[in-house]
């Protein structure tokens, strides 16, 4: 059975939030600091799919401490080889309570066959309560030889409980402290510590020891120290840690308070290093006025009102051979395209002109738009990700006037589209004209022969020649005339309300155009990265509860 079935709750989902943290912490955080979260996630994931029946139990400690006395005296057999001045426990030795199951366990310790014991503890009297221990003998982990060190810290690492043996003249050993008690401060539950040898002291000294290791103990972070004073060679306090493992033994909980406690260490590293405080009342998207706001200032930057502006101009300016009066226009028939007048040229080039042919004239404005996105999102932000946010949003900061650029000449009115309107107009305007030349004609025909008598008209056309059709054919004439001026002034109103309409459309259309833009080439990585943060600060939250 794995420990899995029996884990504590709320273990795999904290271990399920330190691989998030991991993962979305990459490039956030120390790679140090990444690489042991990997460790125990890996580690813990290894052990989980292990034995839950056993618990390993590891002695470790330094040269002459009597740790191996101690794992022959626990385990009733002369298992482990003990000195005096030199460490002899070269490799890590292992008896084990009820080998059943025990073998993956210790291939994943790697403790070599030839150094796994088995005791039958049902058949033991008085060690039935032991059963589905996993007793190590560690190597001295301040030992001489070079390769049992890292085999120590290893198994240290590795081991569900960890029982330091220590020399009652060297429990203060600043090797000891410093390389681990320190470093496992908030496994209480999980550490045990044997003042060994204390047969050489007086009870009195015994206990003025314990009161010093647990006070030593407190310092370094151990709240409550379990200090069991023993000897290997009277067998004093032998059964009285044999009591505080087979507890641990019996519980099955050893493994699952190991690596919460492994969590918990790595935690308020993690929370040292990125606090969560107020991280998660960072937005995690891009609301929509500031979307507004990104889509005006680069507006600005690419000069859409004044591309507006010219258009407007240009439609204005276009329509008057089409809509004015021809007779106010007799002094321009003969001077060209209005538009040269205005030297605006190809309304186009002037597009690409204003939004972005110059790309380092307007760089700095694009740039700007995007710098002030970033500031107000990032406010509050660990500086870590502030600067993420900040490479997020300029990430195609470089690209994004040309991109304006050729986007909004995708956009640019034909110049020569002439609408419907205009034509009949301009139909209407001659029809005018001709009726006006008309009316003069009559005038002209009707004063030489009605008035001045110059010749005799043909009976049919007796009527053009009648002097009495003169007041009412100059009235005519004048009011065609002014009929012309009128349509004139009109069709102007309706130019002009039709050029506002199409400057608008037009910057509809370039507003449409630059949104699209900023979505995809500011807003999207922006919210990537603030996504990421606010999954990695909900993922910090998760590991802490």
Avoid at 481 to 504: K, P, Q, T
Avoid at 515 to 527: D, F, H, K, Q, R
């Amino acid at each position: 059975m794995s420990i899995y079935s029996v884990a504590k709750p709320g273990l795999g989902a904290r271990l399920a939030a330190l691989s998030k943290v991991a993962e979305l912490g990459q490039g956030r955080l120390d790679a140090t600091l990444l690489a042991d979260a990997s460790q125990l996630l890996t580690r813990a994931g290894e052990r989980l799919k292990l034995s839950s029946d056993h618990t390993v139990v590891a002695l470790a400690g330094g040269t002459g401490s009597g740790k191996s006395s101690l794992f022959n005296a626990i385990s009733g057999l002369e298992l482990s080889p003990t000195g005096v001045r030199r460490p002899t426990t070269a490799r890590t030795h292992a008896c084990v309570w009820g080998l059943e199951g025990a073998a993956p366990l210790l291939d994943w310790l790697q403790i070599q066959w030839r150094h796994r014991f088995a005791r039958a503890s049902a058949l033991d009297k008085g060690e039935s309560q032991l059963h589905g221990l996993v007793l190590l003998d560690l190597p001295d982990h301040d030992s001489i030889r070079a390769l049992t060190d890292p085999e120590a810290d290893r198994l240290i690492g590795l081991a569900d409980m960890v029982v330091w043996v220590l020399d009652p003249q060297k429990y203060a050993d600043a090797s000891t402290h410093r390389r681990y008690v320190t470093e496992l401060a908030g496994h209480d539950a999980v550490t045990v510590f044997a003042l060994n040898q204390s047969d050489k002291l007086s009870t009195e000294e015994v206990a003025e020891l314990v009161i010093d290791l647990n006070d030593l103990l407190r310092r370094e972070g151990v709240t409550q120290p379990s200090v069991v004073p023993t000897s290997a060679v009277t067998g004093r306090g032998i059964d009285s840690l044999k009591g505080v493992i087979a507890d641990a033994v019996s519980k099955r909980r050893a493994a699952i308070q190991r690596i919460d406690a492994d969590v918990d260490r790595i935690e308020r590293r993690l929370s040292q290093a990125m606090p969560v405080g107020a991280a998660l009342s960072a937005p995690s998207a891009v609301d929509a006025a500031r979307r507004v706001g990104l889509t005006d200032a680069l507006c600005d930057a690419v000069g859409v009102p004044a591309v507006g502006e010219a258009m407007e101009s240009a439609y204005v300016t276009r329509s008057a051979p089409w809509i004015s009066w021809p007779f106010a226009r007799l002094g321009t028939l003969f001077g060209g395209d209005p538009l040269k007048s205005l030297k605006l040229g190809d309304l186009r080039e002037e597009i690409r002109s204003l939004a972005g042919g110059s790309v380092t004239a307007q760089s700095s404005e694009v740039e700007n738009a995007v710098q002030a996105l970033s500031d107000g999102l990032t406010v509050g932000m660990n500086e870590v990700w502030r600067s993420a946010v900040h490479q997020a949003a300029g990430s195609r900061a470089a690209q994004l006037p040309e991109a304006l650029s050729d986007e909004l000449t995708e956009v640019a009115p034909q110049l020569d589209r002439v609408p419907v309107w205009w034509r009949l107009l301009k139909l209407w305007q001659y029809l005018l004209v001709l009726a006006f030349v008309a009316g003069l004609a009559w005038i002209g025909v009707a004063l030489a022969f009605g008035v001045f008598a110059v010749g005799r008209l043909p009976e049919s056309l007796a009527l053009f020649g009648d002097a009495a059709t003169l007041p009412w054919v100059g009235l005519m004439t004048a009011s065609v005339l002014g009929l012309g001026a009128l349509s004139a002034m009109a069709s102007r109103n309706f130019v002009a309300l039709g050029a506002a309409n199409e400057r608008d459309r037009l910057e509809r259309e370039m507003r449409k155009r630059v949104s699209g833009i900023a979505e995809s080439m500011v807003v999207e990585p922006v919210e990537r990265e603030l996504a990421r943060h606010h999954e990695f600060y909900t993922a910090m939250k998760s590991l802490s509860a």
